[in-house]
């Protein structure tokens, strides 16, 4: 089977029976679904079952991809995002950071934040990333896993999370300021000087 096959192609043979087709289907998406559902939840096994919910779903025909609403991969994303919400609403109990607020009614960040927020994420501190998205809320980490780690667009996330653009940039700054703020509380402060992220 062509490596360059395209996701509709493999859909339509998936649809037809094509075991094969779905295999490649699974080796090229399954990767970066696991990666999001493990930093949304934290739990390996949870975010395993979400990866093969997704997928025995997508098999089944459970879920109804189109194609002229964008990707197959954002696709699965949102189907991902919405199998944790409904983890999260059987966990209630998700602390979020303490002191910081997320009123509509609070201050846009300046723009030193957002500098050194980006440099969180693009040097080596995984672990400490990992930890810092972990106590957001869930509607933040969704935006902050797909735009840092996924590298999705706005546009993609808005479609993604069912939210409009400004809501997207709104959650993303606010999501980038309590990180900043748990860097902080933990003493690790990072070098302002170091390369950031580019606005997709």
């Given at each position: 089977?062509d ?14 029976g ?127 896993i ?49 390369k ?5």
């Amino acid at each position: 089977m062509d490596n360059q096959e395209t996701d509709s192609s493999l859909l339509t043979k998936m649809r037809d029976g094509d075991v094969a087709a779905f295999q490649r289907l699974y080796q090229r998406h399954q990767g970066p679904i696991y990666r999001y559902a493990l930093m949304r939840c934290g739990q390996s096994a949870l975010a395993a079952d979400v990866v093969q919910d997704v997928f025995m779903g997508l098999l089944s025909k459970s879920y109804r991809y189109d194609a002229g609403l964008g990707s197959l991969q954002n696709f699965l994303f949102g189907v991902a995002r919405n199998l944790l919400l409904k983890q999260d609403q059987a966990e209630r109990r998700r602390q979020s950071l303490p002191g910081y607020s997320d009123e509509d009614g609070e201050e846009v960040l300046m723009s030193e934040t957002t500098e050194l927020a980006d440099v969180i994420f693009h040097q080596q501190m995984t672990e400490h990333v990992r930890q810092a998205v972990s106590v957001l809320r869930p509607h933040y980490r969704d935006v902050i896993i797909l735009y840092e780690l996924q590298e999705l667009s706005y546009a993609e996330i808005a479609v993604i999370c069912d939210i409009d653009i400004g809501t997207v940039r709104s959650r993303l700054s606010r999501a980038r300021a309590a990180i900043l703020q748990y860097s902080e509380r933990l003493g690790w402060r990072p070098d302002a000087a170091a390369k950031t992220g580019t606005q997709r």
